[in-house]
């Protein structure tokens, strides 16, 4: 998906590349948000679960260590509980 954000240095706007997921469980609640992802790194370690839509077997915990550019992602991915 193509998104228009707000570049933090120069603060124009830009296009990116966003992968967008749909969030249906957060911190043990059920919910209905979506989650945007564009960071490289964090996209990259999502990357293999697009295909064919096996995300959708799977619970991820995603934490975000730092901010900005230099943010880093812990991602645990975990078999999905409710089958």
């Known amino acids: 998906v193509e998104k228009t954000i707000r570049d933090p240095l120069t603060k124009w706007p830009k296009r ?11 911190d043990g609640v ?3 948000k979506q989650f945007s992802v564009i960071q490289y790194k964090l996209a990259e370690q999502l990357a293999p679960y697009l295909p064919g839509k096996i ?25 999905w509980p409710r089958g």
């Not at 995603?62 to 991915?77: M, N, P």
């Open 16 to 26: 990116v590349r966003a992968l967008v997921f749909r969030v249906d469980w957060e």
């Open 30 to 32: 059920p919910v209905d």
């Open 55 to 79: 995300y959708r077997d799977y619970l991820f915990e995603i934490v975000q260590h730092g901010s900005g550019f230099t943010a880093e992602f812990e991602v645990k991915v975990l078999p």
